[in-house]
């Protein structure tokens, strides 16, 4: 960490930059423990991309200790070139505190503040509580997480109720909130980030597409986390002109892109309801732009050939140009163990 906890918000506004995608862990053939070479190339692909950072997915089947080292060896192949964002999204509390200290020792970057499946709060105070737990217990800099599938659409019809995050943008480590309930359309985040423009903490929604409202109104200046790297690099590259210009470069490459936005948008809506990330999808998108793939374990949604080729033929209508290897090498891996 290059900042202590009081400084926090500053250090974001002065260095969260970009855009954060996702690097999910690799395993070994029998998954029996990480892919370590895998990591590593992921993190060296990532910089390559023009990322800022990247979100350690925490929701693909390590264990803690596994977890550990998952950031020890992403920050280790960074070497202080890329920000490593930690995935809070454990099964306890206490598990979230633990996985925070080990990241600040790590040398990560930040938090992103997910919840447990089991936390089920009756009032909006009950989320307020279990956030500034967390945010009291870590020095990292915290990124707020309000999504749907957390359950919490009985205490605001957004799903997520919008004064608990003002009020825990007080919070003196909270550094960022990532916003994307309240959808279809974008007026929940229209009227939340007018809520908190003057708060003193970063405002992201995660969904690119709408990037270029949300720069143009309110200066975002740092967009995560989602598997942006399906785009290759096209999704920073853009998002940087949306800030320095020339404007009209910025959106011929959003639009460039705009075959493989809508076809990802089809893959997803078809899990729809899940509640769960189809995380092997994710990766296999992201092998498309030369990232490690290789096996995931369980519990994971099933991969199809049609999910594949449809993902691989979108990404060449938008003029990339997507892994052509057969499927089959997507689930061995480019550096296989």
Not at 161 to 172: D, G, S, T
Not at 232 to 258: N, T
Request: aromatic content about 12%; hydrophobic content about 40%.
């Amino acid at each position: 960490m290059d900042y202590r906890k009081a400084e926090a918000k500053d250090w974001a506004r002065a260095r969260m930059r970009g855009v954060t995608d996702v690097i999910i862990p690799s395993y070994s053939a029998d998954l029996t423990r990480l892919n370590e070479a895998g990591v590593r190339h992921d993190v060296r692909r990532n910089i390559e991309l023009g990322f800022w950072g990247a979100l350690l997915v925490s929701e693909a089947g390590t264990t803690k200790e596994e977890y550990q080292r998952f950031m020890e060896v992403a920050v280790d192949e960074a070497r202080g070139r890329h920000h490593l964002v930690l995935h809070g999204t454990f099964d306890t509390a206490d598990d979230v505190v633990e996985m925070a200290q080990c990241g600040e020792r790590a040398g990560v970057s930040a938090l992103l503040l997910g919840y447990p499946n089991s936390f089920y709060p009756k009032a909006p105070q009950d989320v307020y509580d279990y956030t500034a737990h967390i945010c009291e217990r870590t020095s990292l800099a915290v990124i707020l997480f309000a999504a749907s599938h957390w359950n919490f659409e009985r205490l605001h019809p957004s799903g997520f109720p919008p004064q608990v995050l003002v009020e825990a943008a007080k919070l003196p480590n909270v550094v960022a909130i990532k916003h994307e309930v309240g959808r279809p359309g974008v007026a929940a985040s229209y009227e939340f980030f007018k809520m908190v423009k003057d708060a003193g903490v970063l405002l992201s929604d995660p969904l690119e597409a709408n990037s270029p409202l949300w720069v143009e109104l309110f200066g975002m200046q740092w967009m995560g986390t989602s598997n942006y790297e399906y785009w290759g690099g096209k999704v920073p590259e853009y998002f940087a002109l949306l800030h320095e210009g020339p404007q009209d470069k910025a959106m011929q490459l959003y639009w460039q892109i705009q075959p493989a936005r809508a076809q990802r948008m089809a893959e997803q809506n078809a899990t729809a309801g899940a509640n769960f990330i189809h995380r092997y999808l994710w990766k296999y998108q992201a092998w498309l732009n030369g990232y490690n793939g290789g096996p995931l374990r369980q519990p994971v949604m099933k991969l199809t050939d049609g999910q594949m080729r449809r993902l691989r033929d979108a990404l060449a209508r938008s003029g990339l140009e997507p892994e052509k290897a057969d499927f089959a090498e997507f689930f061995v891996g480019r550096n296989p163990c």
